[in-house]
C-alpha cells in the first residue's frame, strides 16, 4: 500500500521542514513539496508534525521476578507501544541457569514471533560470571544479530569487576556495546542492613536503601574498567546530578560513554515515597526517584547532549496482587519496576517540548535518531528516503489527561496518573502499516499481532 502525508512538518533531529513525505510498501520513497502520486491512501496533515517513530530501547516484556512475571507480553506490550508512537522496542532476555545466550535470545523469540505488532530486538544480559556467557558474546555480535549486552552491578545477578572487564574486552574486539545498571551492591546491602537494624523498612525508606553515592560510585567505575579497554559504554537509566557529572567528565576526556534517562527520573521526586498507606509501592523503582534538583539536571544533561536517549524501562507489576503479593509495610519485599512504554513521547512533547525545556528537534533526537545509532537500527530513527516507513502522524495541539483506563498497558495503575498532556499521536504508522489511531477521545490499536518483526543489528 502506498500513503502520501501532504502538509505536515516532518521532523528530524538536524532540521524541521513543511513538506509531503511519500510512503511506498514498507519504505520511505520520498521526502518534497509537493508531491503528486497515485497513493492508495492520502492523509492532510496540516497542522501536525511528522515523526520518525520513536524507539524504547529499555523494555521488560515478559520478565520473571521470582514467582512473578511483568504483566505485559509481546502482544499486549507492542500494542501499548504502538498506540504510543513507539514503533520498536529493544528487549532484555536473561539466561537462566544453564542457558547459554542464543538459548535465552530463542526463548524471547518464542515468546514474541506471532504476537509483536511493532518491530523488536534484544539485548541478552550476562547475569553471572560464566566463562561460556563471555566467550558467546562474539558470536552474538557476528551471528546472533544482537551486539548489545545488558550487566547489572547490583541484585543477585549482578556481575563482578572482572567479568565486566571481560565482557568489554570483547565486545571492544569484535564491534559491540555494553549496556550497565550502575548500582554499587555492598553500599545498597549496607544501607538496607542498617535500615532493616534500626527497624526502618517502611516504604519511605526504600530511597535510603539506594542512595544516590550508589550510582555515583558504580557509573564512575564502570567508566574507569570502560576506558582500561578502549570499549564503549552505556548507562541505563541514570537518576542522579552526581553521576551525571562523572558521564560528562569522562565524555570531555574522550571516553565513548552513552547515558539514558527515562520520564520517571525526570518529572518524578522522592516525595511519593511520603504519601499515604500503600500508594508509595507505585514509585519503588531501582534506582529510586531522585530529587528536583536532579530531575533538572537530567534535562539539561538531554539538552546539552550528556544524555543521548530516553526510554522507559517499563517492566509493569500490578498494583494490587503483584505490587502487595510479598507484603505492604517492607520495601524490600515490593517488586520494583514501572510501566511506561506507552506514555514516553506524550510526556518528552507535553513536559519537554511544550514546556520549553528541550526543542523538537531535540525529542527526536533521543527518541529515534540516537537510538537508532547507537544500537545498529540502520533502516530506523529517521524521516528519510530508503529508511522504514515508521511514521508517527502527530497532533501537537490534543489534550489528554493521563490514566491506565485510557492506556493499553496491561496494568491497573499509572505512575503518571492526572498528568495533563498537551500533544498526542493521531496516527502510527509501522513500516507502512497503520498500527494505532486517535479515535473519540484516546488512542486506539488497529493493528496485527506478528506484524512486527526481529531486527538483526549490527554496530561500529
Known amino acids: 500500500m502506498n500513503i502520501?502525508?501532504?502538509?505536515?512538518?516532518?521532523?528530524?533531529?538536524?532540521?524541521?521542514?513543511?513538506?509531503?513525505?511519500?510512503?511506498?510498501?514498507?519504505?520511505?520513497?520520498a521526502v518534497?513539496?509537493?508531491?503528486?502520486?497515485?497513493?492508495?491512501?492520502?492523509?492532510?496533515?496540516?497542522?501536525?508534525?511528522?515523526l520518525p517513530g520513536a524507539i524504547d530501547p529499555h523494555?521488560?516484556?515478559?520478565?520473571?521476578?521470582?514467582?512473578i512475571t511483568t504483566k505485559d507480553d509481546f502482544k499486549s506490550g507492542?500494542?501499548?507501544?504502538?498506540?504510543?508512537?513507539?514503533?520498536t522496542i529493544l528487549d532484555f532476555p536473561e539466561p537462566a541457569e544453564g542457558e547459554t545466550l542464543l538459548d535465552c535470545i530463542e526463548r524471547k523469540h518464542k515468546l514474541a514471533q506471532g504476537e509483536a505488532a511493532v518491530d523488536y530486538s534484544f539485548h541478552p544480559s550476562i547475569t553471572r560470571s560464566s566463562s561460556e556467557l563471555i566467550e558467546e558474546v562474539e558470536r552474538a555480535i557476528r551471528d546472533y544479530g544482537t551486539p548489545t549486552f545488558k550487566i547489572y552491578m547490583a541484585y543477585d545477578i549482578r556481575a563482578d569487576d572482572l567479568t565486566i572487564l571481560k565482557v568489554l574486552q570483547k565486545t571492544a574486539k569484535y564491534g559491540g556495546l555494553v549496556m550497565?545498571?550502575?548500582?554499587?551492591?555492598?553500599?545498597?546491602?549496607?544501607m538496607t542492613h542498617k535500615l532493616a537494624n534500626e527497624g526502618r523498612t517502611d516504604l519511605r525508606y526504600h530511597p535510603e536503601s539506594r542512595p544516590s553515592v550508589a550510582e555515583e560510585e558504580a557509573v564512575s567505575r564502570a567508566i574507569k574498567l570502560a576506558e582500561l579497554t578502549g570499549a564503549g559504554l552505556y548507562i541505563?537509566?541514570?537518576?542522579?546530578?552526581?553521576?551525571?557529572?562523572?558521564i560528562r567528565e569522562a565524555r570531555a576526556r574522550g571516553v565513548r560513554v552513552f547515558a539514558e534517562t527515562c520520564p520517571q527520573y525526570l518529572l518524578l521526586t522522592?516525595?511519593?515515597?511520603?504519601?499515604?498507606?500503600?500508594?508509595?509501592?507505585?514509585?519503588?523503582?531501582?534506582?529510586?526517584?531522585?530529587?528536583?534538583?536532579?530531575?533538572?539536571?537530567?534535562?539539561?544533561?538531554?539538552?546539552?547532549?550528556?544524555?543521548?536517549?530516553?526510554?522507559?524501562?517499563?517492566?509493569?507489576?500490578?498494583?494490587?496482587?503483584?505490587?502487595?503479593?510479598?507484603?505492604?509495610?517492607?520495601?524490600?519485599?515490593?517488586?520494583?519496576?514501572?510501566?511506561?512504554?506507552?506514555?514516553?513521547?506524550m510526556l518528552l512533547h507535553s513536559e519537554g517540548v511544550v514546556k520549553g525545556k528541550i526543542s523538537l528537534g531535540k525529542m527526536v533526537e533521543i527518541l529515534s535518531t540516537n537510538p537508532a545509532r547507537i544500537f545498529g537500527l540502520k533502516e530506523k530513527g529517521a524521516l528519510l528516503p530508503g529508511k522504514d516507513a515508521d511514521v508517527v502522524v502527530f497532533d501537537p495541539?490534543?489534550?489528554?489527561?493521563?490514566?491506565?483506563?485510557?492506556?493499553?498497558?496491561?496494568?491497573?495503575?499509572?505512575?503518571?496518573?492526572?498528568?495533563?498532556?498537551?500533544g498526542m499521536p493521531h496516527l502510527v504508522y509501522s513500516r507502512g502499516r497503520l498500527v494505532a489511531k486517535w479515535e473519540g477521545k484516546k488512542m486506539q490499536f488497529v493493528g496485527n499481532p506478528g506484524w512486527g518483526r526481529f531486527v538483526r543489528r549490527s554496530i561500529n
Open 180 to 190: 550497565v545498571h550502575a548500582e554499587n551492591h555492598s553500599i545498597i546491602e549496607f
Open 78 to 87: 507492542t500494542a501499548a507501544a504502538a498506540c504510543g508512537g513507539i514503533t
Open 236 to 246: 541505563v537509566h541514570l537518576s542522579t546530578r552526581d553521576a551525571l557529572a562523572k
Open 397 to 422: 495541539g490534543r489534550e489528554f489527561t493521563i490514566d491506565h483506563r485510557k492506556l493499553h498497558m496491561n496494568v491497573d495503575y499509572n505512575p503518571y496518573k492526572g498528568f495533563k498532556i498537551t
Open 59 to 67: 523494555t521488560h516484556i515478559s520478565m520473571e521476578a521470582g514467582e
Open 270 to 345: 522522592e516525595e511519593k515515597y511520603e504519601l499515604k498507606g500503600f500508594e508509595p509501592a507505585k514509585y519503588i523503582i531501582s534506582p529510586p526517584l531522585r530529587t528536583a534538583r536532579d530531575n533538572s539536571a537530567l534535562w539539561n544533561g538531554i539538552k546539552s547532549g550528556d544524555i543521548q536517549v530516553a526510554a522507559t524501562d517499563h517492566c509493569p507489576f500490578d498494583f494490587k496482587g503483584m505490587k502487595d503479593r510479598y507484603g505492604k509495610k517492607d520495601f524490600r519485599k515490593v517488586p520494583n519496576g514501572v510501566p511506561g512504554v506507552e506514555t514516553l513521547l
Open 32 to 50: 518534497a513539496s509537493n508531491i503528486t502520486s497515485n497513493a492508495d491512501e492520502a492523509i492532510d496533515a496540516e497542522g501536525m508534525y511528522v
Open 4 to 29: 502520501l502525508i501532504k502538509n505536515g512538518l516532518i521532523v528530524n533531529a538536524g532540521e524541521s521542514v513543511r513538506a509531503d513525505l511519500y510512503i511506498e510498501e514498507d519504505k520511505i520513497k
